[in-house]
C-alpha cells in the first residue's frame, strides 16, 4: 500500500522554518508541505511530478488520509529526506495561492502568536482567509462569482416613458446617474425596491439583465473615478491634526480626540488621499460590522475603484477576493474593515486608522489567538514604518495615559469643537425614582415621552438605547421567584417575540423554548416576564404614542448581508420618527435629522460588576449622546436612571471625559489594577465539573514557580461567572502581575498536554473582561 505522505520525526510537530527570502519560485521534485495536522499543525514531504514552479510561502492543495487539505510550502528540496527515500509520496494536486506568506508577514504572525501564547499555525489560520489553510471542504470547485449585472439598454434616454410605476422610474434614473450599469443587489439596495421591479423594466426591453464575474468593487466599476467626491475644506482644528500627521515619523502612534461631529473621519479621508497618491496603502478599521456602511460609502465616493472591503459580514469568497486582490494589485489600496482586516497583506502600507480605538469589539476573546487589533496594528505600524492613528471621541484609558508623561509613547491630536460650531447636545437626567414616588410607573418616563410625541411633523428624529435585544430580559415567577433558565447554560433564557407568538431563546447557545402558562416550581400562574428589551420597548411605544413611526435596530432586525445598511438607509430617509437599539445604535454613526437621544435603564449599564464598568459606561453615554443635534438643529439628550448621583452620570452631564480619566486613573492606581499592573485569564471547559476543576488546579500548579519567580499573582481557579454554557463547564485562573512584565504563561502546546482530551483551553493575555 502506498504511503500517502510521511513526516518529518520530532521536527513535524514544532514551528515550520521560516519561509526563505532566498528560495526563488522553481520546479523541484519534493516540498515540505505545513498541513492541519493536530492543534500545531504538522510537516509533509510530497511530490512534484508536474514540475510545477513553486516557492516557500505557496499554499498547495494535497491530500491527507484521503480528505483534501490546503498546506503552506515551507521548503524545497533536491531530494527527498533519507528516511523517506524508499517510500512512495503522494503528490501535490494543484497550486491553490501563489505568495500567500511572505517572509515580512509571517513576522507578523509569529509575534502575534508568542503575544497570545499560542500556535503558529493556528494563528496564521485564523489571520488567512476562510478555507485558506486546512482541510478543505468538498464542493464545487470554486471559479469566479457570478452575480447579476443590469444595464440600460439606451444609455442615451434622458426620459423616463411616461406608463412607468414611480418605483419603475426611480430605478430608472438611478441607472442614469449610475453611468447606466451596476450589479443588480447593489443597485435595488439603493434604490430600496424589490426585484420585481428590474424585471418588469427587463420585459420593458428598457434595462437587460446578465451575469458577469464579480469582482467585489464598486456598482459603477472603472468609471466611479469620473465622478469622485471632492475634499471638503477642513476647520483650522483638523488642518493642525492633519499637518501634525503629515509630520509624524515612520512607525509613531498618535491618538486623534475629537468631539462628536467633530470632522475625524475627514482627516483619515484626507491623510488617507496623500497616502495614495505617494503610492502608500492605507488601512481603515472600525470595530463593528454597523459602521461599515456608512464608512464604505464615504471612503468609495472619495476614492472610487481602489477601496477594498474585509469583514464577517462578506462572504468567504469575497474575503478571499479582497485577500487576492492586496496580493496582486501594484496599485495602492484602501482597505475599510472590522478587527480581522489589520492581517490583510496589503504592500507599502503607510497609514493605518482605527476609529473608535476604545470599544472593546478589537479585541478577540474566543477562538485563541485572543489578540488585540490594536496591538497588532502596533506591530505592523512598527514593521513597515507607517503611522498608526487612534481616534476616538472617548478614548480609552490605556491610550491616554500613552500620551501623558514626559517620554509619550503617542502623541495627542485634539479636534474639541464640532464642525460649523454647533453646540453639544445637553444631558438632561431623569430620576425614575421621583417619577415612581409621584405615581407614574410606565416604561418610558413622562418627560421622555412629552418629547416623543412632538417628533412626527417637526423634522426631529430620535435615538433611544435599550441596553437588551429581545422582548424581556427573563421570565420569573412572582409567587415564588423562580427564574427560567437555559437547560445547557447558567443564564435566564430572554423573552423574544414575534407577531402574536412568543418563546424563550438563549443568547449563549441559542437553545429555543416555548413559553408555559405556569410555573414549573410552584404552579402558581403569575408567571410574568420581568425587565424590557427593544421588542418591549418598540410595542409600548406604538401602544403609548399613536401615529408615531418606530424601526427597530439591533442584531435581530439587521441579518443579512445589508441588514445594517438597508435599515439606517431607511432611518435617513425618514421613513421612521424613532429608532430604537442595543449598543450598536451609540457607535459611530452619522443621522444629521437626530436632535433626541435617550437611553432607558441606565442603572443596567452603571452597576456591572466589571473592572471597566464605569469607563465603558461613560463612553457608551457620551457616544450615544453625540448622534443628537449633528445636523442644522440643536439636539437634547435624556438619560432614565435610578442612580443619579453616580458619578458616570455626574461627567455625562458636565461632560468633561478628561476629569472622569483623571479620576478613574487615580482609582485604579490606589488599587494597583489595570493598567498599573497586568492580567492575563486562562479560561478552560469542559463536560465534567470536577475533571475541569481539576485540570485548572493542576495548571495552577504547573505555572505556580514560574509565576512566583516573575512576581505574578495566582488567583483561582475558580468558577467563571457564567458557570455553564452550551452543557459544558467552566473554570477560569486569573493571573495579575507587574505593569510590563513578561507572561509567565507557557506556550499553549505545554498547557494542553497537561489536559483530558474532552477539557479546552483558551489564553486570554490582558483580557477587557475579568
Not at 464604505?296 to 472619495?302: F, G, I, V
Request: glycine letters at 8%; one cysteine or more; a positive charge.
Amino acid at each position: 500500500m502506498a504511503v500517502s505522505s510521511a513526516s518529518l520525526g520530532d521536527s513535524s510537530a514544532s514551528e515550520p522554518p521560516h519561509v526563505n527570502p532566498q528560495q526563488d519560485r522553481r520546479a523541484v521534485r519534493w516540498l515540505q508541505v505545513w498541513l492541519e495536522a493536530g492543534r500545531e499543525g504538522q510537516v509533509f514531504t510530497y511530490t512534484n511530478p508536474e514540475a510545477l514552479e513553486l516557492g516557500c510561502g505557496d499554499l498547495v492543495q494535497v491530500r491527507l488520509r484521503g480528505q483534501r487539505h490546503i498546506g503552506l510550502v515551507v521548503e524545497l528540496l533536491n531530494a527527498p529526506p533519507r528516511e523517506l527515500s524508499s517510500r512512495q509520496l503522494q503528490p501535490i494536486e494543484s497550486l491553490h495561492q501563489s505568495a500567500a506568506v511572505d517572509p515580512g508577514w509571517q513576522q507578523l504572525i509569529e509575534a502575534v502568536a508568542q503575544q497570545c501564547r499560542t500556535s503558529l499555525f493556528r494563528t496564521l489560520k485564523t489571520a488567512l482567509p476562510p478555507g485558506w489553510l486546512g482541510q478543505r471542504k468538498i464542493g464545487k470547485a470554486r471559479g469566479g462569482r457570478q452575480q447579476l449585472w443590469l444595464e440600460l439598454t439606451d444609455p442615451g434616454r434622458s426620459q423616463c416613458p411616461s406608463e412607468l410605476s414611480p418605483s419603475q422610474a426611480q430605478l430608472l434614473k438611478h441607472l442614469q446617474t449610475q453611468s447606466g450599469c451596476g450589479w443588480q443587489q447593489q443597485v435595488l439596495s439603493q434604490v430600496g425596491v424589490g426585484r420585481s421591479v428590474a424585471d418588469a423594466l427587463v420585459k420593458r426591453g428598457l434595462i437587460s439583465r446578465g451575469s458577469r464575474a464579480f469582482s467585489g468593487r464598486s456598482a459603477s466599476g472603472s468609471l466611479a473615478s469620473a465622478v469622485l467626491e471632492q475634499p471638503q475644506p477642513l476647520t483650522q482644528d483638523q488642518q493642525v491634526a492633519l499637518n501634525a500627521l503629515n509630520a509624524a515619523g515612520p512607525g509613531q502612534q498618535l491618538l486623534l480626540w475629537g468631539v462628536t461631529g467633530a470632522g475625524k473621519t475627514e482627516v483619515y479621508l484626507q491623510a488617507a488621499a496623500q497616502h495614495l497618491e505617494q503610492g502608500r496603502s492605507v488601512m481603515v478599521l472600525t470595530p463593528e460590522i454597523g459602521l461599515i456602511p456608512q464608512l464604505l460609502d464615504r471612503c468609495r465616493r472619495r476614492f472610487g475603484d481602489r477601496v477594498v472591503e474585509y469583514h464577517s459580514g462578506c462572504s468567504d469568497g469575497q474575503r478571499i477576493d479582497s485577500w487576492r486582490r492586496c496580493l496582486q494589485d501594484g496599485e495602492p489600496l484602501l482597505v475599510v474593515g472590522t478587527r480581522s482586516a489589520v492581517f490583510l497583506p496589503l504592500n507599502n502600507l503607510g497609514l493605518i486608522v482605527l476609529d473608535e480605538e476604545h470599544d472593546r469589539s478589537y479585541k478577540q476573546d474566543s477562538p485563541m489567538p485572543c489578540y488585540h487589533a490594536r496591538d497588532v496594528a502596533a506591530l505592523r505600524a512598527q514593521a513597515c514604518g507607517a503611522r498608526l492613528l487612534l481616534g476616538s471621541a472617548t478614548p480609552s484609558l490605556e491610550t491616554w495615559m500613552a500620551c501623558e508623561g514626559p517620554q509619550p509613547r503617542c502623541q495627542l491630536l485634539q479636534l474639541p469643537r464640532r464642525i460649523g460650531g454647533r453646540a453639544l447636545p445637553p444631558v438632561h437626567v431623569v430620576d425614575m425614582r421621583q417619577e415612581l414616588a409621584e405615581g407614574h410607573r410606565r416604561l418610558v418616563s413622562r418627560p421622555l415621552m412629552e418629547r416623543l410625541e412632538a417628533l412626527p411633523g417637526s423634522g426631529g428624529q430620535a435615538v433611544v438605547l435599550v441596553p437588551r435585544r429581545g422582548y424581556s430580559s427573563f421570565l420569573s415567577c412572582r409567587s415564588c421567584g423562580e427564574v427560567v433558565q437555559c437547560p445547557h447554560c447558567d443564564v435566564a433564557l430572554t423573552v423574544h417575540r414575534q407577531r402574536e407568538r412568543s418563546w424563550l431563546r438563549c443568547h449563549w447557545c441559542d437553545h429555543r423554548a416555548e413559553i408555559r402558562s405556569r410555573c414549573m416550581a410552584c404552579g402558581s400562574t403569575a408567571f410574568k416576564p420581568f425587565g424590557a428589551g427593544t421588542q418591549q420597548v418598540l410595542e409600548h411605544l406604538e401602544q403609548e404614542l399613536e401615529g408615531l413611526r418606530l424601526l427597530r435596530f439591533d442584531r435581530d432586525t439587521t441579518r443579512g448581508r445589508d441588514g445594517h445598511r438597508l435599515l439606517l438607509e431607511r432611518f435617513a430617509a425618514g421613513e421612521a420618527d424613532v429608532l430604537v437599539g442595543t449598543q450598536m445604535l451609540a457607535k459611530g454613526m452619522d443621522l444629521p435629522q437626530v436632535t433626541l437621544a435617550a437611553v432607558l435603564a441606565a442603572d443596567g449599564l452603571l452597576h456591572r460588576p466589571d473592572l471597566r464598568a464605569a469607563e465603558e459606561c461613560l463612553q457608551l453615554l457620551l457616544q450615544l449622546a453625540g448622534r443628537a443635534g449633528r445636523g442644522e438643529r440643536p439636539g437634547e439628550v435624556l438619560v432614565q436612571t435610578y442612580s443619579p448621583e453616580h458619578r458616570v452620570i455626574r461627567h455625562l452631564v458636565d461632560g468633561r471625559y478628561e476629569a472622569f480619566l483623571r479620576e478613574e486613573l487615580a482609582e485604579r492606581k490606589s488599587a494597583a489594577l489595570v493598567p498599573f499592573s497586568r492580567a492575563c485569564l486562562l479560561r478552560l471547559a469542559g463536560p465534567s465539573a470536577s475533571r475541569t476543576a481539576t485540570a485548572a488546579s493542576l495548571l495552577a500548579e504547573h505555572i505556580r514557580p514560574r509565576s512566583e519567580a516573575l512576581g505574578w499573582l495566582i488567583i483561582g481557579p475558580a468558577p467563571a461567572p457564567v458557570a455553564r454554557v452550551a452543557g459544558n463547564c467552566r473554570w477560569q485562573l486569573l493571573l495579575r502581575g507587574p505593569a510590563n512584565g513578561l507572561l509567565p504563561v507557557p506556550m499553549e502546546s505545554e498547557l494542553r498536554s497537561l489536559l483530558p482530551r474532552d477539557v479546552s483551553l483558551a489564553i486570554d493575555p490582558d483580557p477587557l473582561e475579568l
